[in-house]
């Protein structure tokens, strides 16, 4: 959790104007970063620039300002504003010290004068003075109270004169939790504070090269009253004061028990704070995330029980859901095929393949009503064909089959690429590269779109332009406004990540659902003697065309250098990268030791066991899994299942292959891989790989050369090279909502139509040429 949301979270929501601005003076920072860019032109400083000489440090700007006039002028501005934080922050502590020292010695008084007035003569005696009783400091104590009754030890205080007085003590007791938890509140808040000073300076000092941190907390923070030792200490005194009189009031005089009560109480309201500070913080990225992409005003639809709101997204999904059922139910009468299997299959395939482009639901959901469907209607038949399956038999055999050893590939994937993603692996691979590219946009471009693609090679090509996208932040920060590089350079990371997506067996579901239509499945090195190439060459072409478009190098010769993580490597790191590499080269030779592990399925049983077992990954990190997509892809095999047992599979396919009698292998994954392109274009890439590749491969098997896996993995690869519209899979719907500082969007939709549609051409005409040529080489 970024700390600026982090300071929001545990923040005390009524304080919350009270707290040091971070996000503002993080975003003064790099207010900063551009200026200096801007200052240096050519050059950007670097650490051994400001420990130079004047004279050498002068040369290297302009002749109008000097480096330490520079530096100071920065310095000073950044200084003007923490200042006018920390004095708010003074301000502020100050008053609310002084109020709730006040409400404590009110209590206190009020205990004294409840003790006082409700102790019989007989129990006078019992009460003498003590100094370990905390003292009221308030100068308004009343003049008719004994001084020896306001000085009494709380713990000596007769816990059974108390309960006697139960109605008259719970008052007492609830504004002893109250002062309590705004007393920690405050402690908390001073915490919090000086944690953000410490922060944000050194955010400060890393990106300015500079050395304000130590000085600014020397000399401000720590002599300013709140963070002093003697106020921190008098803070815990009243706490523990406080807890005392609870314990007298409360727990019969048991410190112990009176902390753990109070802290439970303390955590109480804490957890009631942040859910409200949680959904207010989701509330407002929904708000983010859903501008530009439905704005439309609801419409007003009164009825006789009042009037309804909904938006055009809701009638047209409404629309569209009436159609499909409507196309259903007709199929459903209709004898298209000799079989009622197979008509009946054929009708639940239609209805989940308009759901699926519509979006009507969830995907996943559409997904869950296939399995129902195909046991509901009775369309699995028999091993041998002979005989309908019952509703119990097909229940067996549907379920058998969803979680198959793809299943298990995908789960083990997603451990791989959550490990890397925890333990800063990726991240710090990724920046060690970029680090090495230099200044040059043109360079730099290239080597995030190679690692963009690298990266969705191993973490996926969902989680993949996420890392990259927060990786070039320093580059886009300090870019002019007019630049064009921040669009080409989003754009190319992008669409390489989608070029990823065909990388590695693990780096999209659709390659998961290829590897389940292709007997016998290819090995890693299979997949990746034909998939590099093709990245590669995608990749350059896909680099010219974006230079040819945006020619950034025109309007920012020289960019941020990105700086790499020189955080040291952990033992922890070593043994992820380890059993990463370990389960690779495995996956690499399932074929070899197939007597032994049976399947690749069962070898991503490892990385589960090796990174869950002793708790590298918890709980909630297998819960974060894309779970959406293992069960899209489980409804996908059971419907790939279905369409096979009732034949309609084979009926289709011959049908096809009447159609395409005479056209060689080479025509053939010509025509699917423009269909497939056109489909995977308007919906989910995995969608249109669970509809089409069943039929491409039976196809490919009623060839009279028979080359069903190379036609399976060419569409396969298609697939991932749909990239024309800003909903063509997850790179672009996030390349999509990058904003700068100002809340204005790098891309709009005509820069995907005027580069992501040719990049699609493009990357087919790769996967149609050199594709085929590297799969024929393998005897696909």
């Not at 004898?335 to 393949?353: G, K, T, W, Y």
């Not at 034909?530 to 590669?536: K, Q, T, V």
């Not at 700086?563 to 990268?577: C, G, K």
Request: aromatic fraction near 10%.
């Amino acid at each position: 959790m970024k700390f600026s949301h982090q300071l929001q979270f545990n923040a005390v929501p009524d304080w919350a104007d009270y707290y040091l601005p971070y996000s503002n003076l993080k975003k003064l920072v790099y207010s900063t970063e551009r200026d200096r860019v801007a200052a240096y032109g050519a050059h950007r400083p670097s650490e051994d620039d400001f420990e130079r000489g004047p004279s050498e440090r002068t040369a290297l700007i302009s002749p109008g300002e000097s480096t330490e006039s520079l530096v100071e002028r920065e310095n000073s501005r950044f200084i003007q504003a923490l200042d006018q934080s920390l004095d708010k922050i003074v301000k502020f502590y100050t008053k609310k010290e002084q109020e709730l020292y006040k409400e404590s010695n009110d209590l206190l008084h009020d205990l004294d004068k409840f003790q006082y007035e409700g102790v019989n003569d007989d129990h006078d005696d019992h009460w003498h003075a003590s100094p370990n009783f905390p003292r009221r400091e308030s100068t308004t104590v009343d003049d008719d109270l004994p001084p020896n009754i306001i000085s009494q030890n709380v713990s000596e205080i007769d816990p059974q004169t108390l309960a006697s007085c139960h109605h008259d003590t719970t008052e007492l007791r609830k504004r002893t939790i109250d002062l309590f938890v705004l007393l920690s509140e405050l402690k908390s808040f001073v915490a919090l504070n000086q944690t953000a000073f410490s922060k944000i300076l050194k955010k400060y000092d890393k990106i300015t090269h500079s050395n304000l941190k130590r000085y600014y907390v020397l000399n401000h923070v720590s002599p300013a009253y709140p963070f002093k030792s003697s106020t921190k200490q008098a803070l815990n005194d009243r706490i523990q004061r406080t807890e005392r009189v609870y314990a007298a009031l409360v727990t019969e005089g048991d410190l112990d028990l009176a902390i753990t009560d109070l802290k439970t109480h303390l955590r109480e309201r804490i957890v009631w704070e942040r859910n409200m500070v949680w959904r207010d913080m989701i509330g407002q990225e929904r708000k983010v995330q859903s501008v530009g992409v439905s704005e439309a005003k609801p419409i007003s639809l009164p009825t006789p029980c009042g009037t309804f709101h909904v938006h055009r997204d809701q009638i047209f999904q409404g629309l569209f859901l009436f159609i499909s059922l409507v196309v259903f139910a007709f199929l459903l009468r209709v004898n298209i095929f000799d079989q009622e299997e197979q008509n009946l299959c054929f009708a639940i395939l239609v209805f989940a393949s308009m759901l699926w482009a519509g979006e009507v639901m969830p995907l996943f959901v559409t997904a869950l009503v296939v399995p129902f469907l195909i046991v509901l209607l009775r369309v699995m038949r028999s091993e041998d064909g002979t005989e309908r399956l019952s509703a119990p038999d097909a229940t067996k055999r549907v379920f058998a089959s969803m979680f198959s050893p793809v299943i298990m590939l995908l789960l083990g994937g997603f451990t791989i690429a959550g490990a890397l993603s925890k333990f800063g692996i990726a991240k710090s691979m990724a920046t060690f590269v970029l680090s090495k590219a230099g200044t040059r946009p043109n360079r730099v471009l290239l080597v995030n779109m190679f690692v963009a693609t690298i990266a969705s090679m191993w973490i996926s090509n969902v989680a993949a332009p996420v890392l990259c996208f927060s990786l070039i932040q320093p580059i886009l920060r300090t870019l002019p406004v007019d630049s064009t590089f921040g669009p080409c350079l989003i754009m190319g990371i992008a669409l390489s990540s989608n070029l990823g997506g065909m990388a590695s067996p693990i780096s999209s579901p659709q390659n998961v659902i290829a590897i389940q239509n292709m007997s016998p499945p290819p090995t890693w090195g299979e997949w990746f003697f034909a998939s590099i190439p093709l990245c590669i060459v995608g990749n350059l072409i896909i680099w010219l065309w974006l230079l040819w478009n945006y020619n950034p190098e025109k309007h920012t010769p020289q960019i941020h250098e990105i700086r790499a993580s020189h955080d040291p490597i952990t033992l922890t790191q070593v043994y992820v990268a380890v059993v990463t590499f370990v389960t690779i080269v495995l996956w690499c030779l399932a074929h070899t030791y197939e007597d032994t592990f049976g399947d690749m399925g069962v070898i991503a049983i490892i990385p589960l066991v090796a990174f869950f077992g002793p708790g590298l990954l918890t709980k909630d990190d297998f819960n974060n899994f894309l779970w959406n997509v293992i069960m899209l892809a489980m409804g996908g095999i059971a419907l790939g299942k279905a369409v096979e047992s009732s034949g309609l599979l084979q009926t289709i396919a011959t049908q096809i292959e009447e159609l395409v009698t005479g056209m060689s292998a080479f025509e053939i994954l010509f025509v699917f891989s423009s269909l497939v392109l056109v489909m995977a274009t308007f919906i989910s890439h995995t969608v249109a790989a669970l509809i089409v590749l069943p039929i491409v491969a039976e196809v490919g098997a009623h060839l009279d050369d028979p080359r069903p896996r190379l036609l399976v993995m060419g569409t396969a690869f298609m697939c991932s090279s749909a990239m024309g519209l800003p909903v063509s899979g997850f790179p672009n719907m996030n390349a999509i909502s990058q904003e700068n500082e100002l809340g204005q969007p790098y891309l709009s939709t005509k820069d995907f139509l005027v580069n992501g549609v040719p990049s699609s051409v493009f990357a087919m005409l790769c996967v149609t040429t050199l594709g085929y040529g590297l799969m024929s080489l393998m005897g696909f």
